[in-house]
């Protein structure tokens, strides 16, 4: 069964940091783009981060450049979002998701974790 | 960066009905599109790529169009499981960004 299982979220200061995690099984991780999308209580989707298969490409949404990092290895089929510098703001469920790309373009998001909590707050 | 506007906010409708939602992106994003069902609690599904490709195991009463700024997903005969949120995406760039989401409630 292709599945994404995220972890690592909970409730955190401003200013403080949290590292979610994704574990992949059920398919070739290392073949696929992966991304993280959160949504904060009430409000729509927002894409967060991409990564390219091999790490070699990363790309993020303009909130959160210089705070987040995402990251992968490919030998432990995981998928990794560092958060630094939190604020109230960053507050959501964050979800990873699987890219598929096939001839060089993308299909949207078609596998997705069922998320983990993030709660900043003093 | 690219606004994408979904209008309506919530649609209210009985099952049966043929339900269209569209979705304005504010520059051209070619045909770089998805959209996706969410229901309350849980993770979001792809139902559409490509502006009109559906997904793997889709129903066939979903379908998708639209190029360039303006998108549509309809729903040609509304289920009782089709209530649920949608929302589009745009992946022209590798900026990518969401609809608000439109809410398709029981009338």
């Known amino acids: 069964e292709v599945q994404l299982v995220e972890s690592g979220g909970g409730l955190v200061q401003p200013g403080g940091s949290l590292r979610l995690s994704c574990a992949a099984s059920?398919?070739?991780?290392?073949?696929?783009?992966m991304s993280w999308v959160r949504q904060a209580p009430g409000k729509g989707l927002e894409w967060v981060a991409n990564?390219?298969?091999?790490?070699?490409?990363?790309y993020y949404v303009d909130s959160v450049k210089g705070r987040f990092t995402i990251s992968r290895d490919n030998a432990k089929n995981s998928l990794y979002l560092q958060m630094n510098s939190l604020r109230a703001e960053d507050t959501a469920v964050y979800y990873c998701?699987?890219?598929?790309?096939?001839?060089?373009?993308?299909?949207?998001?078609?596998?997705w974790g069922q998320g983990t909590t993030v709660t900043v707050s003093s | 960066d690219i606004q994408m506007t979904q209008s309506p906010s919530t649609l209210s409708a009985s099952v049966g009905d043929r339900v269209t939602i569209t979705c304005r992106a504010s520059q051209s994003i070619s045909s770089w599109l998805a959209w996706y069902q969410q229901k309350p609690g849980k993770a979001p599904k792809l139902l559409i790529y490509k502006a009109s490709s559906l997904d793997s195991g889709v129903p066939s009463r979903f379908s998708g169009s639209g190029s360039g700024t303006e998108f549509t997903l309809t729903i040609s005969s509304l289920q009782p499981d089709d209530f649920a949120t949608y929302s589009c995406?745009?992946?022209?760039?590798?900026?990518?960004?969401f609809g608000q989401g439109t809410k398709v409630e029981i009338k």
């Open positions: 998701a699987r890219v598929p790309r096939r001839a060089s373009i993308f299909h949207g998001m078609d596998v």
């Open positions: 990564i390219k298969q091999d790490g070699s490409e990363k």
């Open positions: 059920g398919f070739t991780f290392s073949s696929y783009w």
């Open positions: 995406q745009q992946y022209n760039s590798y900026s990518w960004t």
